[in-house]
């Protein structure tokens, strides 16, 4: 069943990624305004030539042909506003910055996250609970683009102990990846938390208990695999957020990141860019969840036997 | 408070009186859990003092929303201006009060659209059963695995960036989980006999989804609206933030930390109170919205 299951969800998510990869190049063709619009003064004949070089002078579906093909090549085509570079070129240079500020925000989430769970799930209802909690309160209902700027106002301004921008020194990633990685760490620990309480609740963590092991022990032995399932299933939306969220945190600090790259060809309508950009995003978010599903159904015995 | 007494059933409304006669109707219950939940009421009163101050916007705001006084830029707060001046020296009091009407009307529409589809999509669902019930849960699954915030981004940048296309995009992406409690509950309430009664009536299938199923789904569709709309909040100021929401002359929260965030370094007033208003916003709508969750579900209530 497990095997089966998975199987089908892969298969499943061919179509989908197909409906999306028309959806978007239709809704991009069709929307009002050309990608050579802003360029001011330019003769026709040139206008031509440029419209013919990115096949823009062809029937509709001839350009979704074309860009099919070129797409099952790996080629995501040409930037519209930056001359001579490819979207291939752009992605290439912007998506390791962006996936190193997005995994140490993942490190971040999870190891601050897990931690104070865990803390206030052995010790319940005292300071390690509530302080953490409350806190968590915070990240949740915080969005980044307020925590963001007040981190850079406090360490950065006011404290002046950690850089505020730009992405050479490793000190430069310390504030951009707490930013990004807080609100997740705030949700990880909740989960932590009550998947952890209601795991101990349970007979065989009592049965443990009753044969003299130590709580340490029981807790890595026995509640975390279980306790820790809730915030397996959670990495799945915790990705696409920190992708999201990582939109923000880029413009804050000035990385020259994918997500900066994002915004500004949206802005600016480069039709390819967003549309490269995009189809990345949806891929990682689709993979990304599968490798949460697989990773569920090795740890939950209950998904494989069902 | 007052927000809680338009759901409670009162006297004048004799089709409830029965069920207030009954001490223990779900409504009263629920009103006494919310009433002893402190947090809730809390943001309960400071929600409906916000509503209440930026429907008046237009006739408190102290200067003009487009006033600049181009000799008083970037001013600290005084007594002429209690929070201070932005970069073209207009109030940033009277801008922050105008751009929470924009940020609260956007969350409240995208929200109320959201309902609408959710709730009868899930409505649908949940009473045809079978293979519709199937198909359209399944489609539900799927959606809920895309990003949807990419692709209002896309929307946003494709068809202009107008208000109206703002919250109903916003709306489409909130349904989701909507359309999920509703079918549930629907599921569960056509086994009661009141609905046999009703089909055994002949009445038609429209009209019983509409006039007996869907108002008997009201605790949870409000429950769950009160935490949509901090959540359409939410995405709004993200996209502002981004420069991809609310276009100027119009401003909302969003665009004003967005402004703020520009000049932190030698005016931080000017982040820091639209980012001050958001977020007591958000938390408050939080508080209500697990507040009316504990006392409207008897399931995950302890007194």
């Given at each position: 069943m497990g095997l089966r299951y998975l199987l089908g969800r892969l298969l499943g998510m061919i179509p989908v990624f197909f409906a999306v990869v028309t959806a978007i190049f239709f809704l991009i063709r069709f929307a009002?305004?050309?990608?050579?619009?802003?360029?001011?003064?330019?003769p026709p004949q040139i206008l031509e030539n440029l419209n013919k070089k990115y096949h823009l002078d062809e029937p509709l579906l001839m350009q979704y042909v074309h860009y099919l093909n070129d797409l099952a090549h790996g080629d995501l085509g040409p930037s519209f506003k930056h001359a001579n570079r490819t979207v291939n070129e752009i992605i290439g240079e912007a998506f390791p910055v962006s996936l190193e500020l997005g995994l140490i925000s993942l490190v971040w989430a999870l190891l601050i996250g897990i931690t104070a769970g865990g803390l206030a799930a052995l010790k319940p209802n005292t300071a390690f609970d509530y302080i953490p909690m409350s806190i968590s309160i915070l990240g949740i209902c915080l969005p980044t683009f307020v925590i963001g700027p007040f981190l850079v106002l406090v360490f950065?301004?006011?404290?002046?102990?950690?850089?505020?921008?730009?992405?050479?020194?490793?000190?430069?990633r310390i504030l951009p990846s707490l930013t990004l990685g807080f609100a997740f760490a705030a949700y990880i620990s909740r989960l932590t938390r009550g998947g952890l309480m209601e795991i101990r609740s349970l007979d065989f963590v009592r049965t443990a208990r009753a044969k003299g092991l130590p709580e340490s022990l029981i807790l890595v032995k026995h509640t975390l695999r279980g306790g820790l399932l809730p915030v397996v299933s959670y990495l799945g939306p915790a990705l696409a957020g920190i992708i999201a969220g990582a939109l923000v945190t880029e413009t804050i600090f000035s990385i020259p990141g994918l997500g900066r790259f994002f915004i500004e060809s949206a802005l600016n309508r480069d039709y390819t860019v967003v549309m490269g950009t995009s189809l990345l995003y949806f891929t990682l978010i689709f993979v990304c969840n599968f490798l949460v599903d697989v990773t569920y159904t090795i740890l939950d015995p209950r998904v494989r036997h069902e | 408070m007052s927000s809680i007494a338009i759901t409670m059933p009162t006297p004048e409304n004799p089709a409830l009186a029965l069920a207030q006669e009954?001490?223990?109707s779900l409504w009263m219950d629920a009103y006494r859990r919310l009433s002893k939940n402190k947090m809730a009421l809390a943001g309960a009163t400071f929600i409906l003092i916000e509503a209440f101050i930026c429907l008046i916007t237009p006739w408190i705001a102290?200067?003009?929303?487009e006033q600049q006084n181009l000799e008083f830029?970037?001013?600290?707060?005084?007594?002429?201006h209690w929070l201070g001046t932005d970069t073209l020296g207009r109030d940033l009091f009277t801008r922050v009060l105008y751009g929470g009407r924009v940020s609260l009307m956007v969350g409240i529409l995208a929200s109320l659209v959201s309902v609408v589809v959710g709730v009868i999509y899930g409505a649908v669902s949940g009473y045809a059963g079978g293979k519709i019930d199937s198909v359209l849960m399944r489609v539900v699954d799927i959606l809920y695995a895309l990003p949807f915030i990419f692709l209002v981004i896309i929307l946003m940048v494709y068809f202009g960036r107008n208000i109206v296309l703002l919250f109903v995009a916003l709306g489409l992406t909130e349904w989701l989980t909507m359309a999920r409690i509703v079918r549930g509950q629907v599921i569960s309430l056509k086994q009661k006999e009141f609905i046999e009664a009703a089909v055994s009536m002949g009445i038609p299938t429209r009209f019983i989804v509409l006039r007996h199923l869907v108002p008997n789904t009201l605790g949870p569709v409000i429950v769950y609206l009160t935490l949509t709309i901090p959540s359409a909040i939410l995405s709004e100021a993200f996209l502002s933030f981004l420069g991809l929401g609310v276009q100027a002359p119009m401003a909302s929260w969003g665009t004003l930390i967005s402004s703020g965030v520009e000049v932190m370094e030698v005016a931080p007033w000017v982040l820091i109170s639209p980012a001050i208003m958001l977020s007591l916003t958000l938390f408050s709508l939080n508080f209500l919205g697990d507040g009316l969750r504990d006392a409207l579900d008897p399931k995950g209530a302890k007194d």
């Amino acid at each position: 069943m497990g095997l089966r299951y998975l199987l089908g969800r892969l298969l499943g998510m061919i179509p989908v990624f197909f409906a999306v990869v028309t959806a978007i190049f239709f809704l991009i063709r069709f929307a009002p305004g050309g990608p050579f619009d802003s360029e001011r003064n330019v003769p026709p004949q040139i206008l031509e030539n440029l419209n013919k070089k990115y096949h823009l002078d062809e029937p509709l579906l001839m350009q979704y042909v074309h860009y099919l093909n070129d797409l099952a090549h790996g080629d995501l085509g040409p930037s519209f506003k930056h001359a001579n570079r490819t979207v291939n070129e752009i992605i290439g240079e912007a998506f390791p910055v962006s996936l190193e500020l997005g995994l140490i925000s993942l490190v971040w989430a999870l190891l601050i996250g897990i931690t104070a769970g865990g803390l206030a799930a052995l010790k319940p209802n005292t300071a390690f609970d509530y302080i953490p909690m409350s806190i968590s309160i915070l990240g949740i209902c915080l969005p980044t683009f307020v925590i963001g700027p007040f981190l850079v106002l406090v360490f950065g301004m006011w404290l002046e102990i950690a850089p505020v921008s730009g992405w050479d020194s490793i000190g430069d990633r310390i504030l951009p990846s707490l930013t990004l990685g807080f609100a997740f760490a705030a949700y990880i620990s909740r989960l932590t938390r009550g998947g952890l309480m209601e795991i101990r609740s349970l007979d065989f963590v009592r049965t443990a208990r009753a044969k003299g092991l130590p709580e340490s022990l029981i807790l890595v032995k026995h509640t975390l695999r279980g306790g820790l399932l809730p915030v397996v299933s959670y990495l799945g939306p915790a990705l696409a957020g920190i992708i999201a969220g990582a939109l923000v945190t880029e413009t804050i600090f000035s990385i020259p990141g994918l997500g900066r790259f994002f915004i500004e060809s949206a802005l600016n309508r480069d039709y390819t860019v967003v549309m490269g950009t995009s189809l990345l995003y949806f891929t990682l978010i689709f993979v990304c969840n599968f490798l949460v599903d697989v990773t569920y159904t090795i740890l939950d015995p209950r998904v494989r036997h069902e | 408070m007052s927000s809680i007494a338009i759901t409670m059933p009162t006297p004048e409304n004799p089709a409830l009186a029965l069920a207030q006669e009954a001490s223990s109707s779900l409504w009263m219950d629920a009103y006494r859990r919310l009433s002893k939940n402190k947090m809730a009421l809390a943001g309960a009163t400071f929600i409906l003092i916000e509503a209440f101050i930026c429907l008046i916007t237009p006739w408190i705001a102290p200067y003009g929303f487009e006033q600049q006084n181009l000799e008083f830029t970037l001013a600290r707060p005084s007594f002429a201006h209690w929070l201070g001046t932005d970069t073209l020296g207009r109030d940033l009091f009277t801008r922050v009060l105008y751009g929470g009407r924009v940020s609260l009307m956007v969350g409240i529409l995208a929200s109320l659209v959201s309902v609408v589809v959710g709730v009868i999509y899930g409505a649908v669902s949940g009473y045809a059963g079978g293979k519709i019930d199937s198909v359209l849960m399944r489609v539900v699954d799927i959606l809920y695995a895309l990003p949807f915030i990419f692709l209002v981004i896309i929307l946003m940048v494709y068809f202009g960036r107008n208000i109206v296309l703002l919250f109903v995009a916003l709306g489409l992406t909130e349904w989701l989980t909507m359309a999920r409690i509703v079918r549930g509950q629907v599921i569960s309430l056509k086994q009661k006999e009141f609905i046999e009664a009703a089909v055994s009536m002949g009445i038609p299938t429209r009209f019983i989804v509409l006039r007996h199923l869907v108002p008997n789904t009201l605790g949870p569709v409000i429950v769950y609206l009160t935490l949509t709309i901090p959540s359409a909040i939410l995405s709004e100021a993200f996209l502002s933030f981004l420069g991809l929401g609310v276009q100027a002359p119009m401003a909302s929260w969003g665009t004003l930390i967005s402004s703020g965030v520009e000049v932190m370094e030698v005016a931080p007033w000017v982040l820091i109170s639209p980012a001050i208003m958001l977020s007591l916003t958000l938390f408050s709508l939080n508080f209500l919205g697990d507040g009316l969750r504990d006392a409207l579900d008897p399931k995950g209530a302890k007194d």
